[in-house]
């Protein structure tokens, strides 16, 4: 996906769809932000927000995934056998306490 695409598909697909008032919300993809694409939304009379930058420390589940790729990295599997097997153990790693802390360090209440 690149700009130019994306533009097309704006302008022939979507725009043709929207009307005054409806709202367009996407994510942060260098590919949607040329200022044609904004004029292509807006000139219907919607309106276009794009999502907050994601963030890793915002994410519980990034937490995990790093101790879940560490082990994995640490396992160091050459088979796909062994390799469902490190990733079976890797995540039986992650425990429930480590689970709502990790909630918890990312500002979520973990009950």
């Known amino acids: 996906m690149n700009g130019t695409v994306f533009l097309a598909y ?7 769809t ?9 994510d942060n993809l260098p590919a949607h932000k040329p200022v ?3 004029h292509a939304i807006e000139g219907t ?4 927000f ?7 420390d915002f994410n519980p589940i990034e937490m995990a995934f790093s101790k879940i790729k560490a082990l994995l990295k640490k396992a160091a599997a050459r088979t796909v056998e062994d ?6 153990s890797a995540i039986d790693a992650v425990t429930p306490r480590e689970a709502r ?4 360090a990312t500002g979520y209440d973990p009950e």
């Open 101 to 104: 802390n990790y909630f918890a």
């Open 10 to 16: 704006v302008e022939q697909v979507l725009a043709p």
């Open 83 to 88: 390799l469902w097997a490190a990733t079976g």
């Open 36 to 38: 044609a694409i904004r």
């Open 18 to 26: 929207l009307k005054p008032g409806d709202i367009i919300v996407m």
């Open 50 to 56: 794009f999502l907050t930058p994601y963030s890793l």
């Open 45 to 48: 009379g919607a309106r276009l």
